[in-house]
């Protein structure tokens, strides 16, 4: 640390007990206090909202800014009431004269305003978080080229703070996450707005809980848990044999072993055959996986953390696939299993250095009238679904060719969503079940360009399952434009909540005005559509994987824009207080779950 000392004068004039504003000669001010034989200096600007801390009370070594009642210890500029805690200096008498050292030990404040945002995190407080993020970013410590400018470094604590405490895993906030620093980068969204709302989505969800199991199965390769586990670098598939076998904490140990050793791709490797086996959690295990693969790439120093918190949420979910109501589906992937398919024995084989792994050679497309067929197949019901899918795969089709037509077809279901069934007070069906379909058909698309053929496969007769099973969300016509407001524009549109005039607008665009189209309503998503954050996040990454499978379409059409429009601009119930108490005396009274989609 470098000093920089400048004399703020005699000792004599700093009335003991009472605070006292002394300047630099760059106009510093500096609130000091003279107590106990030691001037105590701290920034007099409260970190809060800048009021001078020299015209607060001092009792007993706590100084109380006079506009917000804030509370600091001068001994240490620790926050005791308010928020965060306050910028001190280092002080000494020397000859009857008070000199302070305005240099700031970079590493120091480094610890300080990080424990600060994490505690900001922890009690939910996203403003806090952003300033002292910004306070982060003021060091200079960040990477211009990554795209988050000076919040990099506050986005990376974001990233490791809400994976280490996300209780049951991987979260929305955590997806949320990954998604607005993309739209950062892309220049979507202001990088202090989009960090306010991935704050509050991860403090919300974590708020006041500690790290997940109080350390259970954070050990590192020298720990005695890693002993216990015996962690073996050839045998990744332990990590899907402690999952199946819900072994939780030896689960998340291997990842964490399996990510210090092999990094983010030996995570993938050990996570998709898991995956690949069935949909889990309404779809949010493919999902979640993916967005954890995307954050670790970008904030490396959280891929452990993060991959880690993935694990545990495939430890804790449930297999969907596995029960009654997908008897269709489980058939289907036993005929695959029996099925050779074309590129299988490369299976084993590790992606190549271009990123293309060895499902990516299946990707041709299929004709345009092959996929319309296919696509009604889809949208036809499960059964058809699935078993076109394998028909298809037996035939040599590639399966991200059929991926890219089962993503097309989950955006036209969820365009059809009937929005009676958010008004019913016997069911617990919503427009967020059916965006599943949607965000978990682009992460299939996005984790089968690394994985090996047969796990591709696998995605995409699960995928199809998904998208055919939601088939009674469908209304019963497609929803209708009308004339919008003349000179509007689509994101006018959406801001009046005018579905239709949206539409209008959409259906006169050709692909590159699509495409446009998402960037333009990405704020909206972001900042407007929504309130509560489960519901932000669902609005965020359905016009991200929507944008994402349109860019990927060999033959894109207005579907996947107009699937968003009927989603994200109608203003929805965000907390229905009727049908939830319906549902609850409902059940008391027979016992029976409420009506869904299967």
């Not at 300047?23 to 800048?50: I, M, N, S, T, Y």
Request: hydrophobic content about 45%; aromatic content about 6%; glycine content about 8%.
């Amino acid at each position: 640390m470098k000093s920089d000392w400048i004399d703020l004068g005699p000792v004599s004039e700093f009335p003991a007990e009472e605070p006292v504003l002394r300047k630099d000669d760059a106009g510093r001010r500096f609130a000091c206090v003279l107590r106990g034989g030691e001037v105590h200096a701290l920034d007099d600007r409260c970190p809060h909202q800048g009021y001078p801390l020299s015209q607060g009370a001092l009792r007993g070594g706590v100084l109380t800014c006079a506009w917000h009642n804030w509370k600091f210890d001068v001994a240490s500029g620790a926050c005791t009431f308010g928020g965060e805690p306050v910028r001190r200096y280092a002080t000494r008498i020397d000859g009857g004269r008070v000199l302070l050292n305005r240099a700031v030990d970079t590493a120091s404040e480094v610890r300080r305003l990080v424990a600060s945002l994490r505690e900001a995190v922890l009690r939910d407080d996203p403003a806090r978080a952003l300033r002292d993020g910004l306070r982060l970013g003021a060091l200079g410590l960040h990477r211009m080229e990554t795209g988050l400018g000076s919040l990099h470094l506050a986005f990376e604590v974001l990233a490791k703070d809400g994976a280490e405490r996300a209780e049951y895993g991987f979260d929305h906030g955590l997806a949320l996450l990954s998604d607005l620093c993309a739209w950062v980068e892309r220049g979507w969204v202001p990088a202090e707005e989009a960090f306010v709302v991935a704050a509050h989505a991860i403090g919300e969800a974590s708020a006041r809980l500690g790290p997940r199991g109080k350390g259970a199965g954070r050990a590192t390769a020298r720990s005695p848990l890693a002993r216990i586990v015996e962690f073996e670098l050839d045998e990744p598939e332990k990590v899907s044999e402690a999952l199946a076998a819900e072994r939780r904490d030896e689960a998340e140990a291997r990842m964490r072993e399996l990510v210090e050793v092999r990094g983010a791709a030996g995570a993938r490797r050990a996570l998709l055959p898991f995956v690949a086996q069935h949909l889990y959690d309404y779809g949010h295990g493919a999902i979640f996986l993916a967005k954890a693969l995307e954050l670790a790439e970008r904030f490396s120093s959280a891929a452990d953390e993060v991959l880690a918190a993935s694990t545990v949420q495939l430890a804790w979910a449930t297999a969907d696939t596995s029960l009654p109501p997908f008897a269709a589906t489980r058939a289907a992937l036993a005929r695959l299993a029996e099925l050779p398919l074309p590129g299988a024995e490369a299976a084993a084989e590790p992606a190549s250095s271009s990123g293309a792994g060895p499902a990516a050679a299946g990707a041709a497309p299929l004709d345009p009238a092959e996929r319309a067929a296919f696509e009604a197949e889809v949208l036809a019901g499960e059964r058809p679904a699935v078993e076109a899918t394998v028909r298809w795969l037996a035939r040599g089709a590639g399966p991200l060719a059929l991926l890219v037509a089962i993503g097309h077809a989950a955006a036209v279901r969820l365009a059809r969503f009937d929005s009676a069934w958010e008004q019913r007070l016997d069911a617990e069906v919503g427009v967020l079940d059916v965006t599943h379909a949607v965000t978990f058909a682009e992460a299939a698309a996005a984790l089968g360009r690394e994985a090996p053929p047969r796990e591709a496969a696998q995605l995409a007769v699960l995928a199809a399952g998904f998208v055919g099973k939601l088939r009674d969300a469908d209304a019963a016509a497609p929803p209708a434009s009308t004339t919008p407001a003349p000179g509007g524009t689509l994101l006018q549109a959406a801001e009046a909540r005018d579905v239709g005039g949206a539409l209008a607008i959409a259906r006169e665009l050709d692909a590159g005005g699509r495409l446009r189209a998402f960037a333009e309503l990405a704020p909206f998503a972001a900042l407007d559509a929504a309130v509560r954050p489960i519901f932000t996040a669902h609005a965020v990454k359905t016009l991200e994987a929507l944008m994402r499978l349109e860019s990927s379409d060999p033959q894109p059409d207005g579907a996947y824009l107009e699937a968003l429009l009927t989603y994200v601009v109608p203003v929805r119930r965000e907390l229905h207080a009727r049908r939830l108490a319906a549902v609850a005396k409902k059940f008391m009274s027979d016992g029976r779950p409420p009506e869904g989609l299967y």
